[in-house]
């Protein structure tokens, strides 16, 4: 996966949901119109080898570990949505 790209599963979770961004931009501007706050950090290599993620999405009291800035945000960003009949929070 290249960091332009996101898995399936958040793919799916975002149409699911109406969302039509899919770059770090445009969902970063999503997320901060719906967050409070939030803290993107990239791991160190240990980390990273550690937790199998290169970057961390801290929420509220949730966290997302992650390959791509662009995963980290979408997934924050479906955190944050109201519930919706049939969609499923992302796990971390």
């Given at each position: 996966?290249?960091?332009?790209?996101?898995?399936?599963?958040?793919?799916?979770?975002?149409?699911?949901?109406?969302?039509?961004?899919?770059?770090?931009?445009?969902?970063?501007?999503?997320?901060?119109?719906?967050?409070?706050?939030?803290?993107?950090?990239?791991?160190?290599?240990?980390?990273?080898?550690?937790?199998?993620?290169?970057?961390?999405?801290?929420?509220?009291?949730?966290?997302?570990?992650?390959?791509?800035?662009?995963?980290?945000?979408?997934r924050?960003?479906?955190?944050s949505?109201?519930?919706?009949?049939?969609?499923?929070?992302?796990?971390?």
């Amino acid at each position: 996966m290249s960091d332009s790209e996101l898995p399936n599963e958040v793919v799916s979770q975002l149409v699911a949901r109406g969302i039509s961004a899919r770059d770090e931009t445009p969902l970063r501007h999503e997320l901060e119109r719906l967050a409070p706050s939030f803290t993107l950090f990239r791991l160190n290599a240990a980390a990273a080898r550690k937790w199998r993620a290169r970057y961390r999405i801290m929420l509220a009291a949730d966290y997302f570990d992650c390959q791509s800035v662009a995963e980290a945000y979408a997934r924050a960003l479906l955190a944050s949505l109201p519930a919706d009949d049939g969609a499923t929070r992302p796990q971390p």
